[in-house]
């Protein structure tokens, strides 16, 4: 019933919805008895929804009727409510509906207007700190997503081998030819399971099997996950199963500074704590980087923090990076046809909010949106544009 949010599906929210456009953003929760109170709390937000469509001018009960009833639906879904996440955001239009699971908290609000509210959205998917990490031993595959905030389990696509066995079958060697199962150790280790295994033709054979195996996950990891996020990929597995992973791997999302420890016997904050030690100077540079094209092109006219002029921009399409600074709100008119951008005195809750119409522009335009955090952004305006040309 959830879609899975991507740059490709906040792209096509923006695309396939129309006006009025019914946006609510809620906090939920992953365990029993905590999530038990979420369908309740839906309900009284899409309440609160229904009550605003009704303020609008020219809404009839038909046009009421036909956006609330998939929401309602929604809050009578028993099943939909017993996997739910950190966060949901669900979006109803004329002829749309679309509903996202969220890996990351996000604040209660609820919204109608003529577009969808995007902002949390964009800043879960176009945020530069964005990263998975798959953790690999020979009995288990696991694959996260982490932020700075922290780490979230991905669901594993079906052609991912979950282990070895899975990945093998009837091919693997026999287990009791098998050593040890979580990659080689110490020197003396290794010995004594070449011993044991009957020898290096019988650990010959171990170690087919192990590479065999990483080659499947590789692939599988690139062509059901790597390549729809196009995330930075973290691998946390012992030395040796790193070195084998990387000298076959094909991933090019695959980071070079990985977790050289065994996966499973960190905790999630563990693992959390050991990967941001790893993106965050990556997350750093990045953003280091991006202010400094941005200063570097101011020159050339080809970096703007005028509001007006990056909407002009975007109207045209040039637009290939847009900051925006976190958690900041311009209230404002917006003419996407006029390729305008003008700001109003005060915060007037019925005006758009400029810096997300912005960004909805240059996403739709297929341009990329940063979400910055206030003492890192280049500018004072709350937004900073790098152009294509």
Not at 306 to 333: C, F, K, M, S, Y
Not at 359 to 372: F, L, M, R, Y
Request: proline letters at 5%; charged letters at 25%.
């Amino acid at each position: 019933m959830a879609a899975k949010l991507t740059r490709d599906s906040l792209r096509r929210l923006l695309t396939e919805s129309s006006s009025p456009c019914l946006s609510l953003y809620q906090p939920t929760h992953r365990t029993f008895p905590e999530r038990e109170q979420d369908p309740i709390r839906f309900k009284a937000l899409v309440r609160q929804l229904e009550a605003q469509l009704r303020e609008r001018k020219g809404v009839t009960d038909e046009l009421v009727e036909e956006l609330m009833k998939p929401l309602r639906a929604l809050a009578q879904a028993q099943e939909f409510w017993n996997h739910t996440r950190d966060g949901l955001a669900a979006f109803s239009a004329p002829g749309y509906f679309e509903v996202f699971h969220l890996n990351r908290r996000v604040p209660e609000m609820t919204l109608v207007n003529d577009r969808p509210g995007i902002r949390p959205l964009v800043r879960i998917v176009q945020s530069a700190d964005r990263y998975q990490i798959l953790c690999l031993t020979l009995e288990r595959v696991r694959l996260y997503e982490g932020n700075r905030d922290g780490i979230y389990p991905v669901q594993l696509a079906e052609e991912v081998p979950a282990t070895l066995e899975d990945a093998l079958g009837t091919e693997l060697t026999e287990k009791g030819q098998r050593g040890l199962t979580q990659g080689y150790g110490r020197a003396s280790e290794r010995s004594a399971m070449a011993a044991e295994s009957g020898g290096s033709g019988k650990q010959d054979e171990i170690d087919r099997d192990r590479e065999r195996f990483f080659r499947l996950v590789d692939k599988a990891i690139l062509e059901c996950h790597s390549r729809k996020s196009e995330m930075p990929l973290l691998l946390a597995a012992l030395p040796e199963n790193q070195a084998l992973f990387r000298s076959i791997s094909h991933n090019p999302w695959l980071q070079a500074e990985g977790i050289a420890l065994d996966p499973g016997l960190l905790n999630e904050q563990q693992l959390r704590e050991k990967s941001w030690e790893v993106m965050q100077p990556r997350y750093l540079k990045r953003l280091e980087t991006l202010v400094g094209q941005y200063h570097s092109l101011a020159s050339r006219g080809q970096s703007s923090d005028q509001l007006n002029l990056i909407a002009q921009a975007t109207r045209e399409g040039r637009v290939g990076t847009l900051l925006v600074e976190a958690d900041r709100r311009i209230a404002g008119h917006a003419d996407q046809g006029a390729g305008q951008a003008l700001e109003v005195d005060g915060e007037q809750s019925n005006c758009p909010d400029l810096l997300e119409e912005l960004a909805s522009w240059t996403i739709q335009q297929g341009g990329e949106v940063v979400v910055v955090p206030q003492e890192r952004m280049p500018t004072r305006t709350g937004a900073a544009a790098i152009y294509r040309y």
